[in-house]
């Protein structure tokens, strides 16, 4: 497990039962600074460009500070359930179904069109819940649990 991926409390990231891996739910909380990502700076310049084709990203800081803590969120939380899948060897496409939790349900329009870029065809199974009090931080707006499908190899 990568240090991008180590609960920084007392549970697993993801659990194995059978062909099903259950992924718990991801925030965009970086672990060296134990704080919430909320700028386009705190990503990989891989995710910043992709970003920057959906027309985020602009330069304009009017713009992007207002954008950026929810599309970075969105990023952070995708690739690291992208990651997950991986780690149990499995992709993006294995995800079966996704429960998505935002603190307001105004950020889901940056969510989902930063989840078209990690599932460019029909998405998983979703559901979509508002939980203004129960999110871990005041900062965290976005958080992604998963379930995927990736049978075992023989």
């Known amino acids: 497990m990568t240090a991008a991926g180590k609960p920084m409390a007392n549970y697993a990231s993801a659990r194995r039962a059978g062909d099903f ?8 909380v970086d672990p060296a600074r134990k704080a919430v990502l909320q700028s386009y700076d705190e990503l990989p310049a891989e995710a910043v460009e992709a970003l920057q084709s959906l027309g985020y990203v602009t330069g304009q800081m009017t713009v992007d500070i207002y954008e950026a803590p929810a599309v970075v969120q969105s ?3 995708l690739d690291r359930i992208r990651q997950i899948a991986k780690e149990h060897g499995g992709d ?8 998505q939790y935002f603190r307001d349900l105004r ?5 989902n069109r930063v989840r078209g870029l990690f599932y460019p065809g029909e998405p998983p199974a979703s559901t979509v819940v508002e939980v203004s009090r129960f999110m871990p931080g005041d900062g965290a707006l976005i958080e992604v649990e998963a ?5 075992r190899k023989a």
């Open 21 to 28: 891996v259950f992924v718990s739910g991801v925030v965009a």
């Open 75 to 77: 990023w952070f939380v």
């Open 92 to 99: 993006m496409k294995d995800a079966i179904k996704l429960v």
């Open 107 to 111: 950020h889901y329009p940056f969510y």
């Open 147 to 151: 379930t995927l499908f990736v049978p």
